[in-house]
């Protein structure tokens, strides 16, 4: 008769006991105590920003400056509506502008981004490795080395002084590709393997299969995008004042010196509270492109 004593386990033979993270009461108050000194520092800037825009001129220069508003007013704000309005260029073209370079620099960087980053990840081909190397090594040099030789390419194509000198070298930045193929690669294999064997074109599989799954990661893409787009002004290749973004104008404002004290403190409420609502709206998919960047088959 077969020997079945190792088939079967004691019930009454003493299970080892799981290690546990021990972690005294006086350890997580430390660290709790450190956690809100840094998320102080974190919001300080904000509130600044906030309060700023509601001083009025006098608590403004007040020394030692206070955090926080006494006299709240919104005397910033009208005067810096008066002054974009008695510009030549009017303020609806500012946002106009704005809203054509960011949105169409952002969306045509996501879709390039990962359009590329789909046969890098899923796809084996000569080259393959050399291509990947060189979107590393672009990621190495900041805007400013590359600046003269991307004027030049802008100018010898003929697009210098239009919408598309700022919203095309924006589809080309190699952070976003690395995001998308470092995320792709998680993937399972079996889902576009299940969809070729159904008859599934390669273009299928990317807009249906591909996309869906890797939405936390080009929205995280997109804010950052957004931001980067944004803060963008222009001045490098657009001339005209009917083209440039409302940033620039912006810009201006906060140059006038100390009798437009106001108006830049709104102004900077207004560059900031941007990317940061829009971030907001995006905030659940980032968190979801931290907690799933683990999956495998």
């Known amino acids: 008769m077969a020997d079945t004593s190792k088939k079967f386990k004691n019930p009454f033979q003493k299970r080892p006991k799981e290690k546990r993270l021990n972690r005294s009461v006086a350890g997580n108050g430390i660290l ?46 009208s005067d810096l509506f008066v002054l974009m309005n008695n510009s030549w260029v ?31 990840a899923k796809h084996h081909f000569p080259g393959k490795g050399i291509l990947f190397s060189m979107v590393v090594l672009s990621m190495m040099f900041s805007w400013t080395v590359t600046q003269i030789p991307q004027y030049i390419i802008i100018s010898w194509l003929g697009i210098n002084n239009t ?15 690395y995001l998308m193929k470092q995320f792709m690669e998680q993937l399972p294999d079996s889902l576009m393997e299940s969809a070729r064997l159904d008859g599934a074109s390669e273009w299928k599989i990317f807009w249906s299969i591909v996309m869906p799954n890797v939405k936390p990661a080009w929205l995280t893409l997109a804010i950052f ?30 140059a006038g010196g100390t009798a437009r004290a106001g108006a830049a ?3 900077t409420f207004i560059v900031a509270a941007v990317p940061i609502i829009f971030f907001l709206i995006c905030q659940s998919n980032v968190l979801e492109t931290m907690t799933t960047s683990g999956m495998k088959d």
Not at 50 to 64: H, S, T
Not at 226 to 238: C, K, R
Request: glycine share 8%; charged share 10%; aromatic share 14%.
């Open 265 to 267: 403190a709104a102004v």
């Open 225 to 254: 995008q957004f931001q980067q787009m944004w803060g963008n002004t222009g001045g490098l290749f657009l001339r005209n004042e009917e083209l440039k973004p409302l940033q620039y104008a912006l810009q201006q404002i906060t």
């Open 32 to 77: 709790f105590f450190l956690m809100a000194i840094c998320g102080v520092f974190m919001a300080l800037p904000l509130v600044m920003i906030i309060n700023n825009a509601l001083k009025p001129l006098d608590e403004i220069f007040q020394f030692p400056p206070k955090i926080f508003v006494r006299n709240p007013t919104l005397e910033n704000f």
């Open 90 to 120: 009017p303020f609806s073209r500012y946002i106009l502008n704005t809203v054509i370079i960011t949105g169409l620099g952002m969306v045509g960087h996501v879709i390039c981004a990962s359009l590329a980053a789909y046969p890098l």
């Open 163 to 177: 919408y598309a000198a700022l919203i095309l070298p924006a589809f080309s930045f190699g952070m976003g590709l």
